[in-house]
Structures are given as structure tokens and as C-alpha cells.
């Protein structure tokens, strides 16, 4: 269970607090704060606390002493030309913090980015919650043969039936032997900190996660791509809804130039040129190796 019936009481009582404040405030992010978005099967990410909007970005490009915003056209075309010109800074004087659940083999691939603030729930003070990342059977895929690092179609038959039935066997045993392990009755009981080494990465961790809308946009660039993870794909999709409605501007330029843009190299652009002149151009003439003319034609061909 993502979130159990007493946090949920307090995410409602911290909800129900409210007071005015001088502060700079999103509409569309005070609709998200505390509350817990689910991810995966046991999984969450949730709001709690920002820091800035829209506005902010084009206040600290301005350097102003009042609010720093014009009309929402003339903020939003600024905001755009700064996304498209890597003016990044602005985009750090915004801040989010989010409180994760999540499978500790998606947490290593998210610590990754180092650019970010964290605190991890101590598995050495506490005891981990019988909580494990079962794939759903849709999501239980095969090896990819034409990429090491991916995925093909999902399993099937009584090698999918097989597969579930060892990865909830060997968890639950682990986890078994990790309580007995630490129990005090009858035995001295061995150290958390050493017990919770019996336990598999799919196992949930919890952290506060706290970064600035710069490096959000790079890890969201990054593990939003269709080609990341998707376990931890479905993280960042799910924090990319919350910042479309925190910066809805910074956000709509971010989709447009980073997710949705390219980066075409000096040889990528003059085939791109060569092409709409009608010449005709290929793997060979390009000067390119074959998987970078595979990922241009990708590119040009949509
Ligand atoms: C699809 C995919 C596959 C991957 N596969 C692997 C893999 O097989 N093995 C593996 O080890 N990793 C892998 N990674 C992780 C990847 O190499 C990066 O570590 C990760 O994406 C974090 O990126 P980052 O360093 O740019 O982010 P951050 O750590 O958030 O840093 C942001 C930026 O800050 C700067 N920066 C931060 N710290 C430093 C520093 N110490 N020195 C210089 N500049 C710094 C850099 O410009 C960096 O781009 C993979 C990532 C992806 C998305």
C-alpha cells in the first residue's frame, strides 16, 4: 500500500492548514502539495515544499526589485529564450522538494544526479516494511536483442508465471530471514545495519529529494526519455505533471526544447542542408557511422 490510512490523515491535516503569506505562489502547485501521487505498485512521489513560479524565472532574469514579470506573453517569450539560449541560471532560483517512495534499484539509478539535496530513510535506525516492486505481467519483458540496455516484449506463459513466482519467493524468504535475523527474542539479535544487507533491490526505500528547476528539467530530460528505465521513467513522468502545473511556461518551453528539440551535429546538419537543397545523401556520403545515421534518420523522419 502506497500510503497507509494514518498518513493519509496527516497529509489531509497538513492540507487543511492554511495562512496568508508574502511569498511568491503557484496555484497549480499548491493544488499538488502533500499530496501522494502512486507510482509503481507500492511507490509515490509527492510535493513538499517549493519554492517560486513562472514569474520568479523572469524576476532573477531582470534582476528586479518588484515582481519582475510584464504581460504573460512577454514573460513566457522570455522564458523561451532563455530555455533556448541554455540561460540556465534563472531557472535555479526555483526549487522543489518531493518525498519518494521508491524500489532501491531505481534509487541508485536516480542518486546518480548529483545535483540535488537528499536524505534517505535510515535502513541502520529503522526496519524496512515487507514492501517489494512486483512488475505487473504487461511490464515483465524480455532482454532486448538489438539493445543491451533494453527491453523487448513482455514474457509469456509459464516462463512469465515463473519468473513472478521466484522474484516474490526469493523476497519474501529474504525478508523473512532479515526479520529473524533482527529479532530480539531468544538471541541478541544482529545489527539492522548488517540484516538489511540480506535484502534484494527491490525492496522500497523513501527519501526527501530536493533540487532546483534546472536540474529537475536535466534528470526529467534524462529518465522522462523514452529510452530510460521504466521504472523510473513512470517517477519522472509523474513529476513532469506536477511541474507542468507549477511552471506551466517554463515547462511548456522545456517540452519544446529539450523533450520534443534535437541536437543535430556539425555532420548531422550539413546532410539536414544537403537534404532540403534535393541532393541525395546517405549512410555512406554522410560521414556518419551507421547507428548515428540511424538515430538522424530518426530524428528527421519523426
Ligand atoms: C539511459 C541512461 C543510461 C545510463 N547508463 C549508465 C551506465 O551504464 N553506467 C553508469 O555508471 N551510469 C549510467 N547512467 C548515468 C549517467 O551516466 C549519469 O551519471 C546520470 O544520468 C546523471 O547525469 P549527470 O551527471 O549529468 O547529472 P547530475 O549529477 O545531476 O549533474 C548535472 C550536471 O552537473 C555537472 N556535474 C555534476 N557533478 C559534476 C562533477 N563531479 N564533475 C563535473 N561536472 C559535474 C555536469 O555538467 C552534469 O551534467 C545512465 C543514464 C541514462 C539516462
Redesign the pocket.
Known sequence: MPITPDQQAEIDALRAQTRPTLRAVSEGMEAHLYKAREVLDHGFVRVIDYMGDDAAICQAARVSYGKGTKSVQNDEGLIRYLMRHWHSTPFEMCEIKLHVKLPVFVAR?WI?????NVNEYSARYSILDREFYIPRAEDLAAQSVVNN?GRGEALTGEEAERVLRYLKDDAGRAYDHYEEMISDEGQQGLARELARMNLPANIYTQWYWKVDLH?LF??LR??A?K??QYEIRVYADAICEMVKDWVPAAYGAFEDYRMGGATLSGKALDCLRKMLAGEEVTQETSGMSKGEWREFMGVVEG
Open positions: 539509478q546518480r544526479h548529483r545535483t540535488a540496455q536540474n536535466h534528470f534524462l529518465r526519455d529510452h530510460a
